[in-house]
Nanobody, 121 residues
């Protein structure tokens, strides 16, 4: 029902910035909480940030707190992740996800294919 496509990834030097975007189609976008996750090479997937359908509530993982900002534009059906002060350990494939339940782990939600973010040292 919902398709998600990430964009904005790439290669950046440590200390630099990238802005990831996720475009949704299908469903009622405002009905879905949106989340960003990432998976680094050889590591488990981890949650990065999430935001409610209205955008009124949002949370971040400790390791990105103060550096990353999640936002959404329900008119454009997009959710973004502004990433500043990037570190090599931020290197990962980043995924956006949609779930009707903001308080879930998004495991049963919809997922994008992921996009590579590489931060060079």
């Amino acid at each position: 029902q919902v398709q998600l496509v990430e964009s904005g990834g790439g290669l950046v030097q440590a200390g630099g910035s990238l802005r990831l975007s996720c475009l949704a189609s299908g469903g009622t976008f405002r009905s879905y909480a949106m989340g960003w996750f990432r998976q680094a090479p050889g590591k488990e997937r981890e949650w990065v940030a999430k935001i409610t359908g209205s955008g009124g509530i949002f949370r971040y993982a400790d390791f990105v707190q103060g550096r990353f900002t999640i936002s959404r534009d329900n008119a454009k059906k997009t959710v973004s992740l502004q990433m500043n002060s990037l570190r090599p350990e931020d290197t990962a494939v980043y995924y956006c996800a949609a779930d009707t339940n903001y308080y879930s782990d998004f495991a049963r939600g919809y997922w994008g294919a992921g996009i590579q973010v590489t931060v060079s040292s």
